[in-house]
């Protein structure tokens, strides 16, 4: 059975609370079911995490090297920021998709680059939190 890693970046554990108007009413923990659900649904296993810690993201993309089949990840606003996330990413090789709750294209200019997009097949964007379904789709159906 095929694992999938879903790592979130800081704040996405204040979703429901944060800025609800970009980021929707949905919280962090009916997310997680949500995913869940859906991993059952798909036949694989899944491991959610989150953190507001850069190294922390480095260490979970590091531990997947030959552990997991595949990273949903969305490095908040580390993904604007973090060489550090993008090489662990590189060094690994595993197959990542980048999601974002909103559009970032639509949004502030230092919102326009993404370090973490070089090493990842796909971009979800904007599509809310059905965008982490998306993500695990493609990862195992490529689709
Ligand atoms: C985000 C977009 C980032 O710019 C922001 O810093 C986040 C969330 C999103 O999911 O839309 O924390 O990654």
């Known amino acids: 059975m095929k694992t999938i890693r879903v790592i979130n970046g800081p704040n996405l554990n204040m979703l429901g609370i944060r800025e609800p108007d970009i980021y929707g009413k949905t919280d962090y923990k009916a997310l997680c079911e949500l995913i869940e659900k859906h991993a059952k ?17 480095v260490d979970w993309i590091q531990e ?65 939190i059905n965008g982490y379904l998306e993500a695990m789709d493609f990862l195992c159906k490529g689709e």
């Open 64 to 128: 997947a090297f030959n552990t997991i089949d595949g990273i949903v990840i969305n490095p908040g606003a580390y993904t604007h920021t973090s060489v550090a996330i993008l090489d662990a990413a590189k060094a690994v090789g595993v197959p990542m998709v980048e999601v974002h709750i909103s559009d970032v294209s639509a949004r502030e200019d230092f919102r326009q680059v993404s370090y973490i997009r070089a090493a990842c097949q796909k971009t979800i964007s904007g599509h809310g």
């Open 41 to 57: 649904e798909l036949g694989v296993k899944v491991e959610i995490m989150q953190s507001n810690h850069e190294g922390d993201l």
